[in-house]
């Protein structure tokens, strides 16, 4: 991002190199406020937006040009999560946060290839705060709720700075945190991390070769796969529930679709399979465990949230 030089000093804006420098942290945070690349991009471009909009005189007054914007973007963000909610009630079918591949195979905008500078959301860090387990946890809250908890339990920010931005006292702050606190633990299924990408991979095979016998003794019996179409392509417009549901499900769409092909890859920082058809992602799937089986599965074929994995730029 650059800037004009002040009028008639060839000298920057005051504190240019700070403001600048916070981008990749506001993108790691409006990412994970709003479940999606593409609007914590809108968000934190209207934060600076807004910085660039005020006088030099008013710049200059800003005594940590940081905070600022991490309140302002964590405003805006708010803002959208309140509009969001009455969006997702027209959404057709269930809504999944954005999926992002890892960054080893997001070039340039493009996962698995291509050239150019850096997509903004090549900046996000994929740690355990961006699995698909967290976001659907963190989709549950309130938007007040998650910008709490996610700003203090994630962010490490103080109440105090919390509740410039939620607008509440830092007690009630205090209070919407340790309320998104007890959603995450309710929700969370420990797993160990060394044998998933080794149940994927088991996973994926047997769904190639159609063994719908090994396909169940990897799902939990109580295992759930949501689908997120958007409306845009044709999916299940519920939960598929149960293992063996689930198993046959898949063999339906394995026999449906011949020449699909699938990969083992990253998504949001776990194991995952994406699935191509003519050489173009068409699903992301994204997993999570119990124990030593898989007990939910993620299936993003929303076009719109495939850009990051297609390539196509946002318009």
């Not at 060839?10 to 609007?39: D, F, Q």
């Not at 996610?150 to 006292?169: K, M, Q, S, W």
């Not at 929700?187 to 080794?198: D, I, K, L, M, V």
């Not at 020449?259 to 776990?270: A, F, H, I």
């Amino acid at each position: 991002m650059s800037t004009a030089s002040g009028p008639g000093h060839g000298r920057p804006e005051p504190h240019l190199t700070v403001v600048v420098g916070e981008r990749h942290r506001l993108i790691n945070l409006a990412y994970r406020l709003l479940g999606s690349a593409a609007e914590a991009e809108d968000a934190v471009q209207e934060a600076y937006t807004r910085w660039f909009a005020l006088s030099r005189q008013q710049q200059e007054a800003v005594a940590s040009p940081g905070a600022w914007l991490t309140t302002v973007a964590g405003r805006i963000c708010l803002d959208v999560l309140g509009s969001a909610r009455a969006r997702r009630e027209r959404y057709v079918g269930p809504w999944i946060p954005e999926p992002l591949p890892d960054r080893t195979e997001w070039i340039g905008g493009r996962a698995g290839g291509g050239t150019g500078p850096a997509d903004p959301a090549d900046q996000i860090v994929l740690d355990e705060s961006v699995d698909m387990a967290f976001l659907v946890v963190l989709e549950s809250m309130t938007p007040a709720e998650r910008v709490a908890f996610i700003l203090h339990d994630v962010f490490r920010y103080p109440f105090a700075e919390v509740a410039t931005i939620v607008g509440r006292t830092p007690a009630a702050c205090r209070q919407l945190a340790s309320s998104g606190r007890r959603r995450v633990r309710a929700a969370r299924n420990p797993a160990p991390a060394a044998g998933q990408a080794g149940l994927v991979r088991r996973f994926k095979e047997a769904w190639e070769a159609r063994d719908i016998e090994t396909l169940v003794g990897l799902l939990d019996p109580d295992a759930t796969m949501t689908a997120d179409g958007g409306g845009l392509v044709g999916t299940v417009l519920r939960p598929v529930e149960g293992g063996g549901s689930i198993a046959q499900y898949l063999i339906h769409i394995a026999a449906k679709a011949p020449g699909l092909t699938l990969l083992e890859r990253t998504v949001n920082g776990r194991p995952g399979l994406v699935a191509q058809h003519t050489g173009v992602p068409v699903t992301v799937a994204a997993f999570d465990f119990t124990g030593d089986r898989v007990s939910r599965i993620w299936a993003v074929r929303n076009p719109e949230k495939l850009r990051a994995w297609t390539g196509d730029a946002q318009t």
